[in-house]
């Protein structure tokens, strides 16, 4: 079969591999249809992510047709439609059990490697580092699903595949990143981020009552999207100072919550900017904080600052004061993704939300470099690249 694979730093190709198999009794062969490249995968083609090996298969937003399915999946069948979250897990364990399917006890076979950096492991993640289980990803013609009679989920007919892709990660990711807001009605809420996990958060902040979500980019055609498809008013940070300019549009307060959308490769243009390149790329600090510093700071007294940008390790100059002195709250995770596929997949068939508004390219797997390309260099205002396998 076709697969997307990772050859190295900035470097992708579609190359032949074998095909997969079922290994255990819970597993099941996906033939996928549709595939995304995510934000985060762009994170492993820069290189920032470690655990990474030549010929990795990526992805880990895909939907398509069970083909095949282990002895002991006895919900699905050959010929069922359905996506799959990106987390891999179990539903037995004790994280499963309280719904924390991403940090599945189960699911990560190299646990060893995530407990040396992150004290605990997560669950395993599909087409995501041998960190976090090296599970061959979605970009590619056929996908292993491991626990398979716990993670997939059948879709409808009368949904087409572009508006159901996005429960497999950002569309719960960017609504868990505003639940985590504790939105109450009256509430303002910022946004930093405009990519697709930004653009789904800001809607999710709507469909969770907030009355205004102030969004931030310095991208125009992501800035103009935020208000034209999701009804956000915006802020560019090239332009104008961020802290300053939401005082001005809270009352001197600040918003009641903000959200990083952001993660690891946060740019800026700042002195601090230049310090956290630096940092990074002597290997002195993983991660470039930059949104969420800016987050904290901006964050009313009170206020929560949700955190579904995805970091990797150590950041630096983190304003732990501001945390403890104004008595903030701050919220993070990696999305839990089944926990939200039926509620969201009922706001999608309720006509709430459709979140195939961020695709902006459309191609087939074999073109998955130049979507990595596009992508990464925002490109033809590259929102969401989404292949046909
Ligand atoms: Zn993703
Ligand atoms: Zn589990």
């Not at 995510?38 to 990474?52: A, E, T």
């Not at 002895?71 to 924390?100: Q, T, Y």
């Not at 789904?200 to 102030?214: D, F, M, Q, T």
């Not at 999701?230 to 918003?255: D, H």
Request: net charge negative.
């Amino acid at each position: 079969m076709l697969a997307n694979c990772w050859m190295g730093k900035k470097d992708v190709r579609v190359q032949n591999v074998p095909d997969p198999q079922i290994l255990n009794d819970r597993d099941a062969i996906i033939r996928v249809t549709k595939t995304a490249i995510c934000g985060s995968d762009l994170h492993l083609y820069n290189g920032f992510v470690p655990g990474m090996q030549r010929g990795d298969i990526l992805g880990h937003e895909f939907m398509g047709e069970v083909v095949d399915v282990g002895k002991g999946v006895k919900n699905l069948r050959a010929g069922d439609r359905v996506v799959v979250p990106f987390p891999i897990a179990c539903g037995a364990c004790n994280a499963c059990k309280h719904e924390l399917y991403s940090a599945c006890e189960n699911s990560n076979p190299n646990a060893w490697m995530a407990e040396k950096l992150w004290g605990h492991s997560s669950g395993g993640f599909f087409g995501y580092s041998h960190l976090v289980g090296g599970f061959a990803g979605g970009q590619a013609q056929y996908v292993r699903v491991p626990f398979a009679d716990v993670g997939p989920m059948k879709v409808p007919d009368s949904l087409s595949d572009e508006q159901v892709l996005f429960l497999t990660d950002i569309f719960p990711t960017g609504y868990m990143g505003a639940e985590m807001c504790g939105i109450r009605p009256g509430d303002v809420v910022a946004v930093w981020g405009c990519g697709p996990v930004g653009q789904l958060a800001i809607v999710s902040a709507y469909l969770l009552g907030a009355e205004r979500v102030i969004a931030i980019d310095r991208f125009e055609y992501r800035l103009r999207m935020a208000p034209d498809k999701a009804g956000a008013e915006t802020i560019n940070y090239e332009e104008v100072s961020v802290l300053e300019t939401l005082k001005e549009m809270t009352a001197g307060r600040g918003p009641d919550a903000c959200i990083d959308a952001v993660g690891m490769e946060a740019h800026g243009h700042l002195p601090m900017y230049a310090y956290d390149r630096a940092k990074q790329a002597m290997k002195l600090e993983t991660d470039r904080p930059i949104a969420l510093r800016e987050a904290i700071l901006a964050c009313r007294n009170g206020g929560t600052v949700s955190v579904v940008g995805v970091y990797g390790g150590f950041i630096d100059k983190f304003p732990m004061g501001a945390v403890v002195n104004r008595s903030l709250t701050i919220r993070s995770g990696q999305t839990p993704a089944h926990r939200y596929l039926r509620p969201l997949l009922e706001r999608i068939e309720r006509g709430e939300v459709d979140p195939s508004f961020i695709i902006t390219h459309r191609m087939p797997l074999e073109s998955a470099a130049e979507g990595f390309s596009l992508f990464v260099d925002k490109e033809d205002d590259c929102m969401k690249v989404v292949l046909e396998a």
